[in-house]
């Protein structure tokens, strides 16, 4: 019943996006089996922690914004031996940092960085953060300015399974990863990959290096990922 | 059962003589929770007439934290048990120069010392008191009889709930050593001590000291115990001040310092705070210059100093809570006053002060409160140049309801040192307790000493 509907549908969900053309039917119904709470298993946790590992060079300065229980300082720290400081609001990651030997400040980022002098960090590290804050682009630009490179992760809303949950569902998503509604969210910022693509072009930023997950792996973003990554990592800098 | 102490009544009340309260059960050795000294509540219930208690069910969290539950006594093995002051005389003869000009020939310094030092001395935390404080930090004075403080009968040392055996400074691994400042009244040289060229006390020929100086004799101090390093040093408030001040003059011999409630500097209202209970010691008739061994001393004046003093210790809604507006009404009122509860408290307080405290110390102790800026000190008014000095671990930690030294200004202070490329930890605890809480959250307190202290020698640079 659910496949004929579609089959019908499919022609208008075409005609409303583009992209779903690249999508098969057997996809669609396999998500839609799941609607109402998009499947977005696959995606290892913490996964961004490996790639920033990866970008940032032993004993580079690195500011670790919304840093949590400092798991990713700590492992820096440890590896690439960095002069790290860790950014965290919530008491449970304060205490979890102090207990790992994570220096970290308890502020709240909406109140912005102006304390940070200007280049006083190699890497400003934003992961799973900036859907959170009240005034995302400020502290993106803040970022740049504080840090030579910014590395942001966030969930992409641009995933096609999320994008049809919406369609079909006619309800904001709610996924494994970001198990909320709408009401009692603290992600207030949803956005796409393309939005975030959009500000880069706009304020003449460089993307220089770009990762998803998508398709079950961790991989380099490629062009039309929009559609088909579930999370994104990129390293911009002015 | 011994005692218990109602924090609560659940209403509705249960009819009869017998209610549910919500209780801190006094300590007791049949209830093993409180013999460990955690503090938390039971429920019970309890005979309203002959406060006989019944039924203990524990709650958990259903309440807002409370004060410690009971003393650990010295027998509890969470206790240092008893302990005894230990004097050392730092500089005998040879002359120590003060920073503000002035020098002291003979100085004695008064300290206590728990747990053992390691073989190779790589395990001592220096703990640093504040205003009124003392050497007796944990434990209970065997002395104090003999020592004529009284006020340490009934009491365990200011920070017990935190320093001991199993507690967040584990006296079974760590060294614990705690001097009493000069200028203070409690053993170590002050005003109210014998010049030894006169023969008589001090009093205001006593040289004005700093905090800068009393973290110098501390370090002679420990120079005399054979201590090279500390592992951490700790205090809060006046006290968190010399544990930056440790930090700044002596980087190497610094692994980690905490900064409880203190900033680099008194604001300008603690500065006048201050002024008052300055100058109420100074106006009482007896005062007398500091001339006043051996006679009535300026005793109101002292008092006056403690009950304003003790205001910005607490905060607003601390002490709305504490208090409220609870009164003892009067039949024939009086313009003289004096019935609210929070106005016998504070007299209380301040007449517990008097018998335990020296107004000349008072004087020299706020004296060096207010002047101290670790910025005008070491960086030429900047704090960022001067935090560049610094090679320990930092720990700053401030509390939400902290009216005398701010959130604000702590934060500062972490800033700073971020500013002048030094990794940090900044804290910010949610309390009502004020400017005191880091006595009496012992909780988040606890926590934060013990894994910042206890913390690897990690990749941190």
Same mark, same amino acid.
């Given at each position: ?40 298993? =696959? ?40 002069? =790290? ?154 | ?284 008739? +007896? ?22 003093? +003790? ?151």
């Amino acid at each position: 019943m659910m496949r004929k509907n579609l089959e019908t549908l499919k022609p208008l969900l075409e005609k409303m996006d583009p992209a779903l053309s690249k999508v098969s039917m057997e996809e669609i119904v396999a998500a839609m089996g799941q609607a109402g709470e998009v499947e977005l298993a =696959g995606a290892p946790s913490r996964w961004e922690d490996q790639v920033i590992e990866k970008i940032i060079p032993k004993g580079a300065r690195v500011l670790d914004l919304g840093c949590g229980e400092g798991e990713l300082l700590q492992r820096l720290l440890r590896s690439k031996q960095v002069l =790290g400081q860790g950014v965290e609001l919530a008491p449970e990651g304060v205490f979890g940092c102090v207990a790992r030997g994570v220096p970290v400040l308890q502020i709240d980022l909406d109140r912005g960085l102006k304390e940070f002098p200007d280049g006083s960090f190699d890497y400003v590290v934003l992961e799973e953060t900036l859907q959170t804050l009240r005034r995302p682009i400020e502290l993106l630009q803040e970022m740049l300015r504080v840090g030579k490179r910014g590395i942001v992760s966030f969930p992409n809303f641009g995933f096609w399974k999320v994008r049809l949950d919406l369609l079909l569902g006619g309800r904001m998503p709610v996924t494994k990863q970001l198990p909320f509604r709408w009401h009692d969210t603290p992600n207030i910022h949803l956005l796409c990959l393309q939005d975030f693509l959009d500000w880069v072009h706009q304020h003449r930023v460089k993307v220089a290096e770009a990762h998803v997950f998508a398709e079950g792996k961790v991989r380099k973003m490629q062009e039309g990922d929009n559609l088909y990554a579930q999370q994104c990592l990129l390293v911009v800098e002015k | 059962m011994s005692s218990c102490k109602i924090l609560d009544r659940h209403p509705p009340a249960i009819p009869g003589l017998w209610q549910y309260c919500t209780a801190i059960v006094g300590y007791c050795p049949l209830v093993c929770q409180v013999r460990t000294g955690t503090c938390t509540p039971y429920v019970v219930r309890v005979n309203l007439a002959t406060s006989d208690m019944a039924e203990i069910t524990q709650t958990q969290n259903a309440l807002p934290r409370v004060r410690r539950v009971a003393d650990d006594p010295p027998d509890s093995p969470r206790s240092v048990g008893w302990t005894e002051g230990k004097s050392l005389r730092i500089v005998d003869g040879q002359v120590l120069a003060l920073e503000k000009g002035g020098s002291i020939s003979a100085i004695d310094v008064e300290y206590e010392m728990y747990g053992k030092l390691s073989k190779a001395k790589d395990n001592v935390v220096l703990i640093c008191h504040a205003l009124s404080g003392d050497a007796h930090v944990a434990g209970w004075d065997k002395n104090w009889e003999q020592t004529g403080r009284l006020y340490r009968k009934k009491h365990p040392g200011w920070w017990d709930t935190v320093i001991g055996p199993g507690k967040a400074i584990d006296t079974r691994k760590y060294c614990v050593v705690c001097p009493n400042v000069l200028g203070s009244c409690y053993g170590t040289t002050g005003p109210a001590s014998i010049n030894p060229a006169t023969g008589k006390p001090y009093g205001l020929s006593f040289p004005v000291v700093t905090v800068s100086d009393w973290v110098k004799v501390q370090a002679l101090l420990l120079e005399k115990l054979g201590i090279e390093r500390v592992r951490c040093v700790i205090g809060g408030s006046l006290g968190g001040q010399q544990a930056l001040e440790w930090a700044l003059a002596y980087p190497e011999r610094v692994e980690r310092a905490i900064v409880f409630a203190a900033a680099h500097r008194l604001s300008t209202q603690g500065v006048a705070f201050n002024a008052v209970g300055r100058r109420a010691i100074m106006t009482d008739p +007896h005062f007398n210059q500091g001339e006043y061994y051996g006679r009535p001393g300026p005793d109101h004046g002292l008092a006056v100093a403690r009950m304003m003093a +003790h205001i910005t210790y607490l905060s607003e809604e601390g002490m709305h809570q504490k208090f409220g507006r609870q009164k003892k009404e009067s039949d024939t009122p009086s313009a003289l006053g004096g019935e609210f509860e929070v106005e016998s408290y504070l007299r209380y307080q301040g007449q517990s002060f008097v018998e335990r405290f020296d107004a000349n110390s008072y004087l020299y102790i706020t004296w060096a409160m207010n002047h101290y800026d670790a910025a005008d000190r070491w960086g030429g008014g900047d704090l960022v140049e001067t935090c560049k000095r610094l090679k320990s671990k930092m720990l700053v930690c401030s509390f939400s309801s902290d009216w005398l030294y701010t959130p604000e200004q702590c934060r500062q202070l972490a800033f700073a040192m971020c500013r002048a490329g030094r990794p940090v930890n900044y804290v910010n605890v949610p309390s009502n307790y004020g400017h005191d809480s880091f006595l009496v959250e012992q909780e988040p307190v606890g926590k934060l000493l013990e894994s910042f202290i206890g913390g690897e020698e990690g990749g941190e640079r």
